[in-house]
């Protein structure tokens, strides 16, 4: 609150208040902290499928490569610079939809995407060798 020009005096019984009644707190928290919005159940059924239909097509989208070019190794250069293009373009639309800077948001998710792909194909390299 002393964000927005309040002194601890002045927040400070509001936020107590806030703290007796838990679920007032959590709403509290969520709404004007996290900036996120209570879930409607009435579309639970549409959030999961469009969380499906993204997983979908984002694990098609490392995979394709392999069913068009016939040698392991040019599938998987290809399909690396596939996924971090992907990533890269991904990453730009969630800033444009999340209000945060687009450029930033493809480099982290970029980032992010990259080192997660690097760590499960060191899993798989690690368990094969067994």
Not at 106 to 112: D, F, G, K, N, P
Request: proline share 6%; glycine share 10%.
């Amino acid at each position: 609150m002393a964000e927005y020009g309040l002194e601890p005096h002045e927040y400070g019984p509001v936020v107590e208040g806030l703290r007796r009644n838990p679920q007032a707190w959590l709403e509290f928290m969520m709404r004007f902290e996290l900036g996120l919005e209570k879930p409607d159940p009435r579309r639970a059924l549409q959030s999961a499928l469009t969380i499906a239909l993204s997983y979908i097509i984002g694990g098609l989208v490392p995979l394709l490569p392999y069913m068009f070019i016939s040698t392991v190794q040019d599938a998987m250069l290809t399909s690396v610079g596939v996924t971090l293009l992907a990533l890269l373009f991904f990453g730009y639309i969630k800033g444009r939809f999340t209000g945060n800077r687009p450029f930033l948001s493809a480099v982290q998710t970029t980032i992010i995407g990259a080192v997660a792909s690097a760590a499960a194909y060191g899993m798989a390299k690690a368990v094969q060798a067994r």
